[in-house]
C-alpha cells in the first residue's frame, strides 16, 4: 500500500507561516503528481495546490494564490507547501495526495479543476492539522 507522511503543520498566529512536507513510505515520489487538499470540520474538503513529476506544472485554489507555493525537491523525495500570510479561514487539516499514470501523462497539475475532480488518486496521507489563530 504506497503511503504518504505529511509533517509541518501547528498552530501560527494570523499573517504567520508555516511550511508543510509530504514524503513517501515504501516507494519514491519521482513518478507522482502531488498535490494537497484540506478539509475543516463540518466542511467540504478542498483542493489546494497540485504539481507534477517535473515541477513544470503547478496549480493553485484561488484562496490561496499568491500566498501559498508548492516545490519538490526529488534528492529529499519531498514535496513542500510553504504557506504564507495564513489567516484563520486557512484552519484546516492538510493532506497530500498523489498519483502516478496514466493521470502524470495527461499533466493532471496543468489545471486546478482536472487535479481536483481526478478520482484515482493513488496514496493519501494521514493529514496534519494547521490552526491559524490569535
Known amino acids: 500500500q504506497l503511503q504518504l507522511v505529511e509533517s509541518g503543520g501547528g498552530l501560527v498566529q494570523p499573517g504567520g507561516s508555516l511550511r508543510l512536507s509530504c514524503t513517501s513510505s515504501?516507494?519514491?515520489?519521482?513518478?507522482?503528481?502531488v498535490g494537497w487538499f484540506r478539509q475543516a470540520p463540518g466542511k467540504e474538503r478542498e483542493g489546494v495546490s497540485c504539481i507534477s513529476t517535473t515541477g513544470r506544472s503547478t496549480n493553485y485554489a484561488d484562496s490561496v494564490k499568491g500566498r501559498f507555493f508548492i516545490t519538490r525537491d526529488k534528492t529529499k523525495n519531498t514535496v513542500t507547501l510553504q504557506m504564507n500570510n495564513l489567516n484563520p479561514e486557512d484552519t484546516s487539516t492538510y493532506f497530500c495526495?498523489?498519483?502516478?499514470?496514466?493521470?502524470?501523462?495527461?499533466?493532471?497539475?496543468?489545471?486546478?479543476?482536472?487535479?481536483?475532480?481526478?478520482?484515482?488518486?493513488?496514496?493519501w496521507g494521514q493529514g496534519t492539522l494547521v490552526t491559524v489563530s490569535s
Open positions: 495526495a498523489a498519483t502516478g499514470e496514466p493521470a502524470t501523462s495527461q499533466d493532471i497539475c496543468a489545471t486546478y479543476d482536472r487535479w481536483v475532480k481526478y478520482e484515482h488518486l493513488d496514496a
Open positions: 515504501g516507494f519514491t515520489l519521482d513518478n507522482y503528481a
